[in-house]
């Protein structure tokens, strides 16, 4: 495997092609032109973190450098059941993202970029842009991009987001 131009090995530990790959491939010790080393990963869960991460096996959260990645965040209850008005389905969705976030030291304000998905977009987008603006009440708004669906584990509306770590 080649390295992009400009990008090196700092070390290498082994002496066989077949391990310097398997090394560039993991990533290990790689360093950028600008001599930042590569982040590792580190899961955030929230304090009260409902069964859905347990039950499904996944990380509420990953901070990477200065980078934050929510995972997408649903209306469930601390059970991992949904809330099942829609507009306290969002509600909670967002709770649940702020939870998430505050895990990691961060805020709403601090999010660049929003992935939602909804069920039934025709008819929930009001309730969601009510919501939204409630949480999002002033410029600088971050990226948004909405993605319907027919189908999410029960739920009717998620929120995935981006955040710098301040």
């Known amino acids: 495997m080649l390295l992009p131009t400009g990008v090196r090995v700092q070390q290498s530990r082994w002496n066989s092609p077949t391990a310097e790959s398997a090394f560039q491939k993991q990533c290990a010790d790689i360093y950028y ?3 930042l080393v590569m982040h590792q990963r580190e899961a955030i869960f929230p304090a009260n973190r409902h069964a859905l991460y347990k039950e499904h096996g996944y990380s509420a959260a ?3 450098g200065d980078l934050l990645f929510v995972s997408g965040q649903v209306g469930s ?3 991992g059941s949904p809330e099942p008005e829609f507009s306290l ?3 909670l969705a967002f709770k649940n993202l702020q939870a998430t976030l505050a895990a990691a030291n961060c805020t709403l304000d601090d999010i660049v970029d929003v992935t939602t ?6 008819h929930q987008f009001a309730t969601i842009m009510q919501v939204k603006q409630k949480h999002f009440s002033a410029p600088p708004y971050p990226n948004w991009t909405a993605i ?3 189908w999410l584990a029960g739920f009717d509306f998620e929120i995935k987001v981006i955040a710098r770590i301040p």
């Open 117 to 122: 998905f909804h069920t039934d977009p025709e």
């Open 33 to 35: 032109n600008e001599g």
């Open 89 to 91: 389905q969002v509600e």
């Open 77 to 79: 209850r601390e059970d």
């Open 62 to 64: 990953i901070r990477s």
């Open 148 to 150: 319907g669906v027919n």
